[in-house]
């Protein structure tokens, strides 16, 4: 049975901001030192058009930020200040997570991660308040205030888990009590928010708080996943998944958005699986998800911070495998995996979404204009556990006085998809330079040329989706 959809190239449209450009994410603070890292990011704002970085750590001891030495608090900027340098030299701006605890402050021994974060709270919030009000402070002098006020600040990270502290809202909120004001006494206009939690846990509650001790919360900042598990490795299992739904994350947006009121929300995590070596991250599969969501999500958020960008990434350790499972876009070597070229499909969009009739159980459509052009996108996704095949897809362009040739741009199984091709080599755990040469081209995507049929004075375009694919159809049209 056929999938067919219509849209008129003529109708009114809606806007389609490239919102999930903001931010994008990435694991831990050292690592925008290294060169690899830096080259990556570079890449993924010149061809994803991403905006700000997001991280953990750029307040922990192996940043040198404050450390107490013959019982004397010693403060370096120089690491932060040299990763910043960085970001505004490319075109970028930081997204700061204020994490975490410097032993120098700390109320105990608590850690998280391979590299051993303390997430413990401050002894001595005071102390904490110092802290924060010195670094913003000597950011707006290094950088000046119009500068630092296109930033975002952001409380912690994941208060309500107890990985990353007590997972008591009583505990947090007074942490961002402390923040908010030692930020707001540099600029009042320098933005800040939370309650950055998992799992869009405690956004009424925290908007309620702020109101009621009249302290500013200038965003909403919240994280999820298509499951429960965050961070728990196998907890992705298929009674969960099988329980989810394929809009799962558009339903919790929503929610979202309904407590937040007028204020923005901003997403500063997601991914299509909480689980940090899940192979489905490397697979067409994560292109397909990203596709629907990122388009779903429109209209509900303001920032939509994929996490993460790449796989240079250690919050366990630091695999050498080119395909680990890890959550980034890019893998160790730089080789772009299908969850990227979804965002370089996303990223060659217009900002007008056009509406689209038809549905069907697997396949998705949205069509969107670009002054004289326009590109259809087409997902076929399933959740795994849930039925999927390949399916014939038919689109027909109405109002339409001519249609020229269309092209077409393909992810699925044998389109770029660079695991695939470095499966058939057998897998190695080390590559050549030959080798990433070869799955760099493997992992491009490739522009083809698709019919366009005229029938009884429409125009219609006919296309085969396999199981988890995506493809974007661009044409040049005369309404």
């Known amino acids: 049975m056929v999938a067919s959809f219509s849209g ?41 058009g991403m905006q700000h970085v997001r991280f953990h750590g750029i307040l922990s ?24 340098d960085f970001l505004l030299s490319i075109g970028m701006k930081p997204f700061v997570e204020l994490s975490f605890m410097p032993s120098a402050l700390s109320s105990g021994d608590q850690t998280v991660f391979h590299y ?42 994941e208060p309500n888990l107890t ?47 702020c109101t009621a001790q009249a302290l500013p919360a200038d965003f909403i900042s919240t994280h999820h996943y298509p499951t429960d598990s965050f961070g728990k490795p196998g907890d992705d299992t298929e009674t969960e998944l099988s329980e989810s739904t394929r809009s799962i994350l558009r339903e919790e947006a929503r929610a979202v958005r309904q407590q937040a009121g007028e204020r ?29 969501t990122v388009l779903e999500a429109n209209g509900l958020v303001q920032a939509y911070s994929y996490w993460t960008f790449s796989d240079i990434f250690e919050e366990n350790y630091f695999p050498s495998e080119p395909f680990q499972g890890g959550f980034g876009l890019l893998n160790i070597h730089g080789i772009a995996k299908p969850a990227y070229r979804a965002y370089e499909l996303l990223h060659g969009l217009g900002t007008e979404l056009l509406a689209v009739q038809g549905e069907h159980a697997t396949v ?16 076929n996704f399933a959740l795994p556990c849930h039925p999927i095949a390949t399916e014939a897809v038919s689109f027909t362009l109405g109002n339409v006085k001519s249609a020229g040739s269309a092209t077409i741009r393909r992810i699925d ?9 470095w499966e058939q080599m057998g897998k190695p755990e080390y590559l050549s330079k030959a080798m990433v040469a070869e799955l760099n081209e493997a992992s491009c995507l490739q522009t083809t040329a698709l019919p366009i049929e005229s029938r009884d004075g429409q125009y219609t375009l006919d296309v085969s989706m396999p199981p988890q694919s995506v493809a974007a159809i661009r044409f040049d049209y005369d309404a």
């Open 8 to 48: 008129k190239l003529n109708d009114k449209s809606t806007a389609l901001p490239h919102f999930w450009e903001h931010t994008v994410g990435s694991g831990h603070a050292t690592l925008a030192l290294r060169a690899d890292w830096q080259a990556q990011l570079k890449r993924a704002h010149d061809e994803l």
């Open 61 to 84: 001891d192996d940043m040198g930020t404050l450390i107490c030495q013959s019982d004397q608090l010693l403060y370096s900027f120089f690491n932060a200040d040299q990763i910043f």
């Open 116 to 157: 051993r974060a303390n997430v413990s709270a401050p002894r001595d919030l005071a102390q904490w308040s110092v802290l924060i009000h010195k670094l913003v402070k000597h950011w707006v002098e290094r950088y000046g205030i119009e500068e630092v006020r296109q930033w975002f600040f952001e409380v912690w990270n």
């Open 163 to 209: 990985a990353f502290g007590s997972g008591k809202q009583s505990d947090y909120f007074e942490l961002y009590r402390y923040t908010v004001e030692a930020i707001k006494t540099v600029d009042a206009e320098l933005k800040v928010g939370g309650p950055v939690t998992a799992d869009n846990a405690w956004i009424s509650d925290f908007i309620d708080f």
């Open 264 to 292: 923005p929300v901003y997403y500063t995590e997601w991914c299509t699986s909480s689980n940090p070596r899940d192979p489905m991250h490397d697979d067409p599969y994560a292109a397909a998800f990203i596709v629907k």
């Open 364 to 379: 998705d459509a949205w069509l969107v204009r670009d002054g004289k052009s326009a590109t259809l996108v087409l997902t």
């Open 413 to 421: 199984l044998e389109h770029a998809n660079a695991k695939r091709r």
